[in-house]
């Protein structure tokens, strides 16, 4: 199991102390959140902390093809790699906050799905079509793993048949992650893959504390960026599937969600509808015991990461997870 560590591109000085202090205490992966309407830009914090840095991975979560043309994403992408190798994950998605904050809609997912298979070629130095032309980034012959971020099970499938991670985003209940898998894991299958091969990250708040208050304080923000994917898959989705831990979200959730002002943010005022259960369902909070049993038994559903949110300056916290949660986790591997 991974514990890896997301950060939203701020505050540079801090953002870059935070990432190195990640890799110190033993986190995989530091994970960069890439919407430029909010924060600044997230291929130039993940350069420096690349070079920052010695062996922790830097991914995009998100990039999306909207507002970066897919050629654009595959050529940054790859030049990280080759830069930097093995340390770079290319992150996609239909796009939530860098494109919602113009006003545009999220890319179909049937365009999607020739994204994925294009970025995946250019980086390697394969051609492919575009508008009737065949084209290909000269220069690069690079492996960069794509990760695909998930939440309905149409995106859930397609995230299995391409990607070699899938970030899923459906809370921490074993109902609703086993339901999210199942969807990954019959993609797979679909597109005549073994499910082994695609690894689960699961994206979620995570805080460890004594104080059940604090930690749940501290990650209520998940559950509400949640309810903001999952009321977009019930109203688009007729025969989605999804287990009451997510339709209870969504039926009690506000009709505004903030983004300029609140997102990702646990005291934003479109938060305050949450009730503990609902914070619990979608975070990892509270004591160390109660977070390794957590963890664990996300572990046995087939989640390979915990992908904690958000941790610039954190650096008690991200002490506190490596010396309490990462090494009893690495210890359960001898």
């Known amino acids: 199991m991974k514990i890896g560590a997301q950060f939203l591109c701020e505050d ?15 986190y995989a992966r530091a994970w960069v959140v890439d919407s430029q309407m909010l924060w600044e830009d997230a291929y130039v914090y993940m350069t420096h902390a690349l070079s920052a840095t010695a062996s922790i991975q830097l991914g995009t979560a998100v990039s999306n093809p909207i507002t970066r043309h897919y050629t654009v994403s595959a050529g940054a992408a790859a030049t990280l790699a080759r830069l930097h190798p093995g340390r770079m994950i290319l992150g996609l998605g239909r796009g939530d906050s860098a494109i919602r904050t113009l006003g545009y809609k999220q890319l179909a997912t049937a365009k999607m799905e ?22 290909r980034l000269r220069w690069a012959h690079e492996e960069v793993p794509i990760m695909y971020a998930a939440t309905g099970p149409r995106n859930l499938r397609l995230g299995g048949a391409l990607a070699d991670i899938v970030m899923i985003q459906v809370g921490t209940h074993p109902s609703a992650v086993r339901w999210a898998i199942e969807h990954v ?21 995570m805080w460890v504390t004594d104080d059940t208050g604090e930690a749940l304080a501290k990650t209520r923000w998940s559950a509400a960026c949640a309810a903001n994917h999952l009321d977009d898959v019930a109203r688009r989705v007729p025969d989605h599937g999804m287990p009451n831990e997510l339709t209870r979200l969504v039926a009690g959730r506000r009709d505004h969600y903030d983004y300029y002002d609140g ?36 572990r046995e559903l087939g989640v390979g990461e915990i992908s904690s949110a958000y941790l610039n300056g954190a650096f008690e916290q991200i002490e506190r997870v490596g010396r309490e949660i990462i090494a009893p986790l690495a210890a359960d591997r001898r």
């Open 185 to 205: 894991h019959a993609g797979a299958q679909e597109a005549g893959r073994d499910p082994a091969e695609v690894e689960i990250s699961l994206l979620c708040g």
């Open 114 to 135: 020739q994204v994925l298979g294009k970025v995946r070629a250019l980086a390697a130095g394969e051609t492919v079509e575009e508008n009737g032309a065949e084209i």
């Open 12 to 26: 540079f000085p801090i953002y870059l102390e935070s990432v190195k202090k990640a890799e110190s205490q033993g």
């Open 263 to 298: 997102h990702l943010d646990s005291s934003a005022e479109h938060t305050d509808y949450l009730t503990d259960q609902m914070i619990g369902d979608f975070a990892i909070a509270g004591s160390a015991d109660h977070c390794l049993a957590r963890i664990r038994e996300l």
